[in-house]
C-alpha cells in the first residue's frame, strides 16, 4: 500500500495531525471574512454573549460576597432562558471567545448594540478585528480538530499518505466547508460523532477510553440534538462485530432446544466440546420456552447512558432548576419540529405528502443520497466508493501472497477473552460495517417519512467525515495498485505523496471555487451551481448571501432609512454595524410580507418558497427591474430593489 518510503516523520504520530488542524484552521480564517452571516448564527452570537453576561454576574456576585445569589432561578434564567431549545456548548465557547479576542470598540455609538449591558471598554486579547470572527474562532479551531481526528482515526485502516488525503478529503467538501467556518452547530456536532465514534472504537480494546466515551458523548449532548443518535449506529455496529456471541438458551425447566435454534451459532459451541452449555438435541426433546441470549453490554455504553447525561446537565445552567421538565421541553421541542420549506428537484417540500402520493413519499426519500451524490466532489467520491468495494471485500491474510487490501493495525488478540471493559479484545473490529453505518445512519434517518423535512447537506453532515474516511480507504487502494506498475525505487517512494496530493486537489479546487456560496455548490454530475439551479436543487437558506451586496446598500441607503432585509434577521443587521460594515443607525422596517411597501429599498432571498417577495417589491416600487444582483458564476442568489428611478444598468456583482 502506501507503506514504502515513509519519512522519518511519521515515527512522531503528533506532528501530522497538528499540521493539518493548524493549516485547516488557517484556511478557514484566511476566508471567513468573506462568508456572511447566517441567520441562526446571528441568533447564535446573541446568546453567546448573554451566557458571558452569565458568567460576569457571578464573578459579581463573589465579589460582593453572595456567589449564590448567581446561581438563583430568576438570574440563571434571565441569561440562559435565550435561544434554550439549542444546547449551550458551543455558544457557550463562542460568548467566551468574543470576550477574549475582539477587538474592543463597543463603547460610544456601538454601546446600545449589545444584548447585555457594556459598562466600558473591554480588554482583551484583540486577535481579531471583527466581531464576528472572534464568535468565529471555537468553531474555526473545532473543524480543525475534526481533521486531525480523521487522520489519526485513518491510520487504524491506511498508512500515513492516505490517512493524509482522507483528513484533506474531510473539510476540502464545500458544504461542510462553509458551515465549518460559522458559529452554528452543524460542523460542531459532526467533529463530536467522529470523537465519540473514535473513543468508542478504543474503547472496544481499552476500558480507560470506555469511560472518555461517556465524557465525549456529554459533550455532543451539549452541542446539538443530532448526539441522540449515535449510540443507536454504535449500536448496530457492536452487535454485526459481535454476531457471533448470540445464542440461544432454555428457560428455566426446558431441557433442550429446538433443532432450528441449535443449527446455528449455537451449534459452534457443540464443535467446542459442550463449552457454553449448548448441545444439538435430541430427536423430540422439544422446550416449551427459549430466550435470547445477546452479548454482554459493553462498558462505552454504560458510560454513555451515565456519565453522557452529568455531562449535559453540568455544562446547561438552564437545566439546573427543573431537569425533567426542561429536557423534556428540549425533547418534544425536537421531536415534534416544524417541517422548513426546502427545494429538491425543481419541488418546494414543507409539509409531507399525502399518505395516497405513494410516488411523492419516495422521492422524499432519495433527498439524502440524491443530495450527496450531487454535492461531494466527484473525485471524494469515486474513492469512497472504492473503499467501500476493498472493505466488502475484505478477509484476513492468510499468507504473504494474500495482502490485505487495509493495514490491520487492531487484529485480534491471541489468547484473548472478551469482557465488558474490553469487548473487542478477541474478535475483528469490523471497520466496514463501523463506517456504514455511520455514513448511512445520518443519511437514512433524513430518509424516514417520520423525520420532519429539513434543508440541506447540514442535517446529515456528520456522515461526512466517515465518508472521507472511506475515500481514504480507496485511496489507499489506488496507491497500492499504481505500485505493482512502477519499478524506480525513487518513484515508489515518491507515489504515494504525489497520488494523496493530486487526488485531493480536485477536492481543494472545488471547494476554494464555491466560497463564499459553498450552500448552493453542486458537483461535476450536477453541472456545477448552474447545473444545480436548473435541476431545481436547494440554492441558499439563512439569508448569509446578502454580504456583497453591502457596500452596494451603504451607498445607496435611501433619505427615509427605511430598509427591508427580507430573510436578514436583525440580530445579523447590527452584528454588520458592530463588524464596521453597515453604518450605525442603519435602517430596518421590519419582517413579513406587510412592511415591504413601508420601505424605499430592499433585498430579496432568491429561494422558490420566497418567490412572492419580489412580486411584492414589483408591486410596491412599480418596477420589475433590480438596482443590483449578487450572482455567483451567472447564478443569482440575491437582488435589490430600489424606489424610484432605477439606476444603470450593472453587471452582477461577483463573489
Same mark, same amino acid.
Given at each position: 500500500?502506501?507503506?514504502?518510503?515513509?519519512?522519518?516523520?511519521?515515527?512522531?504520530?503528533?506532528?501530522?495531525?497538528?499540521?493539518?488542524?493548524?493549516?485547516?484552521?488557517?484556511?478557514?480564517?484566511?476566508?471567513?471574512?468573506?462568508?456572511?452571516?447566517?441567520?441562526?448564527?446571528?441568533?447564535?452570537?446573541?446568546?453567546?454573549?448573554?451566557?458571558?453576561?452569565?458568567?460576569?454576574?457571578?464573578?459579581?456576585?463573589?465579589?460582593?460576597?453572595?456567589?449564590?445569589?448567581?446561581?438563583?432561578?430568576?438570574?440563571?434564567?434571565?441569561?440562559?432562558?435565550?435561544?434554550?431549545?439549542?444546547?449551550?456548548?458551543?455558544?457557550?465557547?463562542?460568548?467566551?471567545?468574543?470576550?477574549?479576542?475582539?477587538?474592543?470598540?463597543?463603547?460610544?455609538?456601538?454601546?446600545?448594540?449589545?444584548?447585555?449591558?457594556?459598562?466600558?471598554?473591554?480588554?482583551?486579547?484583540?486577535?481579531?478585528?471583527?466581531?464576528?470572527?472572534?464568535?468565529?474562532?471555537?468553531?474555526?479551531?473545532?473543524?480543525?480538530?475534526?481533521?486531525?481526528?480523521?487522520?489519526?482515526?485513518?491510520?487504524?485502516?491506511?498508512?500515513?499518505?492516505?490517512?493524509?488525503?482522507?483528513?484533506?478529503?474531510?473539510?476540502?467538501?464545500?458544504?461542510?466547508?462553509?458551515?465549518?467556518?460559522?458559529?452554528?452547530?452543524?460542523?460542531?456536532?459532526?467533529?463530536?460523532?467522529?470523537?465519540?465514534?473514535?473513543?468508542?472504537?478504543?474503547?472496544?480494546?481499552?476500558?480507560?477510553?470506555?469511560?472518555?466515551?461517556?465524557?465525549?458523548?456529554?459533550?455532543?449532548?451539549?452541542?446539538?440534538?443530532?448526539?441522540?443518535?449515535?449510540?443507536?449506529?454504535?449500536?448496530?455496529?457492536?452487535?454485526?462485530?459481535?454476531?457471533?456471541?448470540?445464542?440461544?438458551?432454555?428457560?428455566?425447566?426446558?431441557?433442550?432446544?429446538?433443532?432450528?435454534?441449535?443449527?446455528?451459532?449455537?451449534?459452534?459451541?457443540?464443535?467446542?466440546?459442550?463449552?457454553?452449555?449448548?448441545?444439538?438435541?435430541?430427536?423430540?426433546?422439544?422446550?416449551?420456552?427459549?430466550?435470547?441470549?445477546?452479548?454482554?453490554?459493553?462498558?462505552?455504553?454504560?458510560?454513555?447512558?451515565?456519565?453522557?447525561?452529568?455531562?449535559?446537565?453540568?455544562?446547561?445552567?438552564?437545566?439546573?432548576?427543573?431537569?425533567?421538565?426542561?429536557?423534556?421541553?428540549?425533547?418534544?421541542?425536537?421531536?415534534?419540529?416544524?417541517?422548513?420549506?426546502?427545494?429538491?428537484?425543481?419541488?418546494?417540500?414543507?409539509?409531507?405528502?399525502?399518505?395516497?402520493?405513494?410516488?411523492?413519499?419516495?422521492?422524499? &426519500?432519495?433527498?439524502? #443520497?440524491?443530495?450527496?451524490?450531487?454535492?461531494? @466532489?466527484?473525485? /471524494? $467520491? %469515486? =474513492?469512497?466508493? !472504492?473503499?467501500?468495494?476493498?472493505?466488502?471485500?475484505?478477509?484476513?491474510?492468510?499468507?504473504?501472497?494474500?495482502?490485505?487490501?487495509?493495514?490491520?493495525?487492531?487484529?485480534?488478540?491471541?489468547?484473548?477473552?472478551?469482557?465488558?471493559?474490553?469487548?473487542?479484545?478477541?474478535?475483528?473490529? &469490523?471497520?466496514?460495517? #463501523?463506517?456504514?453505518?455511520?455514513?448511512?445512519? @445520518?443519511?437514512? /434517518? $433524513? %430518509? =424516514?417519512?417520520? !423525520?420532519?423535512?429539513?434543508?440541506?447537506?447540514?442535517?446529515?453532515?456528520?456522515?461526512?467525515?466517515?465518508?472521507?474516511?472511506?475515500?481514504?480507504?480507496?485511496?489507499?487502494?489506488?496507491?497500492?495498485?499504481?505500485?505493482?506498475?512502477?519499478?524506480?525505487?525513487?518513484?515508489?517512494?515518491?507515489?504515494?505523496?504525489?497520488?494523496?496530493?493530486?487526488?485531493?486537489?480536485?477536492?481543494?479546487?472545488?471547494?476554494?471555487?464555491?466560497?463564499?456560496?459553498?450552500?448552493?455548490?453542486?458537483?461535476?454530475?450536477?453541472?456545477?451551481?448552474?447545473?444545480?439551479?436548473?435541476?431545481?436543487?436547494?440554492?441558499?437558506?439563512?439569508?448569509?448571501?446578502?454580504?456583497?451586496?453591502?457596500?452596494?446598500?451603504?451607498?445607496?441607503?435611501?433619505?427615509?432609512?427605511?430598509?427591508?432585509?427580507?430573510?436578514?434577521?436583525?440580530?445579523?443587521?447590527?452584528?454588520?454595524?458592530?463588524?464596521?460594515?453597515?453604518?450605525?443607525?442603519?435602517?430596518?422596517?421590519?419582517?413579513?410580507?406587510?412592511?415591504?411597501?413601508?420601505?424605499?429599498?430592499?433585498?430579496?432571498?432568491?429561494?422558490?418558497?420566497?418567490?412572492?417577495?419580489?412580486?411584492?417589491?414589483?408591486?410596491?416600487?412599480?418596477?420589475?427591474?433590480?438596482?443590483?444582483?449578487?450572482?455567483?458564476?451567472?447564478?443569482?442568489?440575491?437582488?435589490?430593489?430600489?424606489?424610484?428611478?432605477?439606476?444603470?444598468?450593472?453587471?452582477?456583482?461577483?463573489?
Amino acid at each position: 500500500m502506501d507503506q514504502v518510503g515513509q519519512p522519518q516523520g511519521w515515527r512522531r504520530p503528533w506532528i501530522v495531525p497538528l499540521a493539518l488542524a493548524l493549516a485547516t484552521s488557517g484556511w478557514l480564517l484566511a476566508v471567513e471574512g468573506s462568508q456572511g452571516l447566517a441567520r441562526d448564527e446571528a441568533q447564535y452570537f446573541r446568546a453567546g454573549e448573554r451566557y458571558w453576561g452569565w458568567f460576569e454576574a457571578l464573578a459579581d456576585a463573589v465579589r460582593s460576597g453572595k456567589p449564590r445569589q448567581a446561581f438563583s432561578r430568576a438570574v440563571v434564567d434571565s441569561y440562559w432562558s435565550d435561544n434554550h431549545e439549542h444546547p449551550p456548548l458551543m455558544k457557550t465557547l463562542y460568548g467566551l471567545s468574543w470576550r477574549l479576542f475582539h477587538r474592543c470598540d463597543c463603547v460610544g455609538a456601538k454601546q446600545g448594540l449589545h444584548p447585555i449591558a457594556v459598562h466600558g471598554k473591554h480588554r482583551t486579547l484583540p486577535l481579531f478585528s471583527r466581531e464576528s470572527t472572534a464568535f468565529r474562532f471555537p468553531a474555526i479551531l473545532l473543524a480543525g480538530l475534526g481533521v486531525a481526528l480523521v487522520y489519526g482515526f485513518a491510520r487504524r485502516f491506511v498508512g500515513p499518505w492516505a490517512a493524509a488525503g482522507a483528513a484533506v478529503l474531510s473539510v476540502a467538501q464545500p458544504h461542510y466547508f462553509f458551515h465549518a467556518q460559522i458559529s452554528c452547530f452543524d460542523a460542531p456536532i459532526a467533529v463530536m460523532a467522529l470523537l465519540v465514534g473514535w473513543a468508542y472504537w478504543k474503547s472496544l480494546r481499552s476500558p480507560r477510553w470506555g469511560i472518555l466515551c461517556g465524557v465525549f458523548y456529554g459533550f455532543a449532548l451539549a452541542t446539538k440534538h443530532n448526539a441522540w443518535l449515535i449510540p443507536c449506529f454504535l449500536v448496530v455496529h457492536y452487535l454485526w462485530m459481535r454476531r457471533g456471541d448470540f445464542t440461544w438458551e432454555p428457560s428455566k425447566g426446558s431441557q433442550t432446544l429446538p433443532r432450528w435454534c441449535a443449527a446455528g451459532e449455537g451449534a459452534r459451541e457443540s464443535a467446542r466440546g459442550g463449552q457454553g452449555g449448548l448441545s444439538v438435541p435430541k430427536a423430540g426433546g422439544l422446550p416449551t420456552r427459549f430466550r435470547l441470549r445477546p452479548p454482554r453490554i459493553p462498558l462505552a455504553f454504560v458510560s454513555m447512558a451515565s456519565l453522557g447525561p452529568v455531562v449535559l446537565f453540568a455544562l446547561w445552567p438552564w437545566l439546573w432548576h427543573a431537569p425533567v421538565a426542561r429536557a423534556r421541553e428540549w425533547v418534544n421541542r425536537h421531536a415534534q419540529h416544524e417541517h422548513y420549506n426546502f427545494e429538491y428537484l425543481g419541488q418546494n417540500w414543507n409539509l409531507p405528502p399525502p399518505p395516497a402520493q405513494a410516488g411523492r413519499w419516495l422521492l422524499r &426519500a432519495t433527498f439524502p #443520497f440524491v443530495s450527496t451524490g450531487l454535492t461531494v @466532489p466527484v473525485t /471524494t $467520491l %469515486a =474513492l469512497a466508493a !472504492t473503499g467501500a468495494l476493498v472493505l466488502a471485500r475484505r478477509r484476513r491474510k492468510k499468507g504473504p501472497e494474500d495482502e490485505p487490501a487495509i493495514v490491520n493495525l487492531e487484529p485480534p488478540e491471541q489468547g484473548a477473552r472478551a469482557s465488558w471493559l474490553r469487548p473487542g479484545a478477541d474478535v475483528d473490529l &469490523a471497520p466496514g460495517m #463501523f463506517l456504514a453505518v455511520q455514513i448511512l445512519g @445520518p443519511l437514512g /434517518t $433524513l %430518509a =424516514l417519512p417520520s !423525520t420532519p423535512i429539513f434543508g440541506g447537506v447540514k442535517h446529515f453532515l456528520t456522515a461526512m467525515p466517515f465518508l472521507a474516511m472511506l475515500a481514504g480507504v480507496g485511496l489507499a487502494w489506488v496507491t497500492r495498485q499504481a505500485a505493482t506498475l512502477v519499478r524506480p525505487t525513487r518513484l515508489r517512494q515518491a507515489l504515494p505523496a504525489a497520488l494523496a496530493g493530486l487526488l485531493c486537489l480536485p477536492a481543494v479546487a472545488e471547494t476554494q471555487r464555491s466560497h463564499p456560496d459553498g450552500l448552493g455548490h453542486y458537483n461535476l454530475l450536477a453541472g456545477g451551481f448552474a447545473g444545480g439551479a436548473s435541476l431545481g436543487m436547494n440554492r441558499q437558506f439563512w439569508g448569509y448571501s446578502v454580504l456583497p451586496l453591502l457596500p452596494w446598500i451603504k451607498a445607496h441607503r435611501p433619505p427615509s432609512n427605511r430598509v427591508y432585509w427580507h430573510d436578514v434577521l436583525h440580530d445579523a443587521v447590527m452584528m454588520y454595524v458592530r463588524d464596521g460594515r453597515l453604518p450605525v443607525g442603519i435602517g430596518d422596517v421590519g419582517v413579513g410580507e406587510s412592511v415591504v411597501a413601508q420601505s424605499d429599498l430592499g433585498i430579496v432571498i432568491l429561494e422558490k418558497h420566497f418567490a412572492v417577495y419580489e412580486y411584492l417589491h414589483w408591486e410596491a416600487y412599480q418596477t420589475t427591474r433590480p438596482a443590483q444582483v449578487y450572482a455567483h458564476e451567472g447564478v443569482p442568489f440575491v437582488v435589490a430593489y430600489q424606489r424610484g428611478a432605477p439606476p444603470p444598468r450593472q453587471e452582477p456583482l461577483p463573489p
